[in-house]
């Protein structure tokens, strides 16, 4: 989140954006093309192995996850045992706000923050905060265009990593794809790159480690339909330890799924296409939804407020289904459960009705994607993000994680 952003908008469940990019980016749009439905085997618990290729499938594949700032009150000590089972944690509370300045977001509360860091410090999992590109459009393109701004930034994020103690390094820089805009994309690619490239050089002399999270490529060209090649997947992978694909965010203007399963495939297959190994590939995993309003009949009362498009997540979302009477309905094909609803708003006088419908990853989804990750022999998994889940996905995953 940026720092001159608010908390994050909450909803009926009461629960911020279940996504890395700040609240007002444009939605994503239709950006990926059809392709074949994927057959899900879910009674057999069996993969989604494509018939016509080996399985590389290993038993167990690594847990890494993204930590926001805003459920550090549900993963501070009460849950703070799920950290052992993790090799990577983000805590995802720290922003690029200058060539040189790294700071805190300003809504953590400073004490709860660092009293996680303690509890995981004291963990076996390795901490790799998240640095967060919060600058206003196509500033941080810029930093990186000359190469002494580029030259002050790395030194800025390997002093951060220094001055924390931390085991590595996760670089969240979106704002290239959804803000700056396309017609940047050629510019903005090989600087990128060099940035990459001398900022991973220093923190491995440092023994630390470099991660990117990237949005989804989806082959090795540079085209309209090629996703966001800005971030040139394979140029990058020689310089990083991880690259965790964010596969999902599939819709978020308009009501559909999160994530998916053809779409993650084809998002796997396409980093690959692009020359990322697979053994450094991590698939970022949604264990969340969006709540979307589909229509208003009536008339309303004066005063009403009607929601516009909020999130759930896994520790939110029954309280939704108890309360509205909701019947979810698991979709073998995107892997993804969903719900209609109504609300009604009356006084004396006048009635209206707002209709809803949300689509989220539940735990069955988390491990349908989990399988997807073994099947492909994929570095990892990381679950966007740690303080969304609940007991069901670690049920779930269990059998299938290692560090």
Do not use: K
């Not at 057999?44 to 993204?66: K, M, N, Q």
């Not at 296409?273 to 009949?297: F, H, K, Q």
């Not at 892997?335 to 689509?359: A, K, L, M, N, P």
């Not at 069955?364 to 990381?382: P, Q, Y």
Request: charged share 25%; glycine share 8%.
């Amino acid at each position: 989140m940026s720092s001159d952003d608010a908390m994050p908008p909450t909803g009926e469940a009461g629960q911020p954006e279940g996504r890395h990019r700040p609240p007002f980016r444009p939605p994503r749009g239709a950006v990926v093309a059809a392709v074949a439905i994927v057959v899900c085997t879910v009674a057999a618990g069996i993969g989604f192995r494509r018939s016509d290729e080996p399985s590389t499938r290993e038993s167990t594949v690594p847990l890494d996850a993204w930590l926001p700032y805003w459920t550090l009150d549900d993963t501070t000590e009460s849950r703070v045992d799920r950290v052992d089972s993790m090799r990577d944690v983000s805590p995802f509370w720290y922003n690029a706000q200058g060539v040189d300045e790294i700071v805190v977001d300003p809504n953590v509360d400073p004490e709860t923050a660092d009293r996680f860091l303690d509890l995981l410090r004291a963990s076996d999992a390795d901490v790799v905060p998240s640095i967060v590109d919060a600058l206003p459009a196509g500033e941080m393109a810029a930093i990186l265009s000359d190469p002494d701004t580029r030259r002050q930034h790395v030194d800025a994020v390997v002093e951060f990593a220094e001055q924390g103690d931390f085991d590595g390094i996760d670089l969240d820089y979106e704002r290239f794809a959804f803000v700056d805009g396309r017609d940047t994309w050629e510019s903005t690619r090989p600087n990128w790159v060099a940035f990459v490239e001398e900022l991973g050089a220093r923190l491995h002399a440092d023994g630390r480690t470099l991660t990117v999270s990237i949005p989804p490529v989806y082959d090795g060209e540079r085209t309209s339909d090629s996703g966001f090649w800005v971030y040139d997947h394979g140029a990058i992978a020689p310089h990083v330890d991880r690259i965790r694909l964010m596969a999902y965010d599939y819709s978020v203007g308009d009501p559909g799924p999160i994530a998916p399963l053809d779409f993650v495939r084809r998002s796997v297959e396409g980093a690959l296409a692009a020359g990322v190994p697979r053994d450094e590939l991590v698939l970022g995993i949604p264990i969340y939804g969006r709540n979307w309003p589909t229509g208003v009949s009536g008339t309303c009362p004066d005063g009403t407020e009607l929601e516009d498009v909020t999130s759930v997540n896994l520790r939110t979302i029954d309280d939704l289904i108890e309360r509205r009477a909701a019947v979810p309905v698991f979709d073998e094909a995107t892997g993804e459960s969903s719900f209609d609803y109504e609300i009604e708003f009356t006084d004396d006088t006048t009635t209206c009705t707002q209709t809803r419908t949300v689509h989220y990853v539940d735990a069955l989804g988390a491990r349908l994607r989990t399988d997807i990750a073994l099947d492909e022999g994929l570095d990892g998994v990381s679950l966007w993000a740690f303080g969304f889940d609940d007991q069901q996905v670690w049920e779930e995953i269990a059998p299938l994680i290692s560090r």
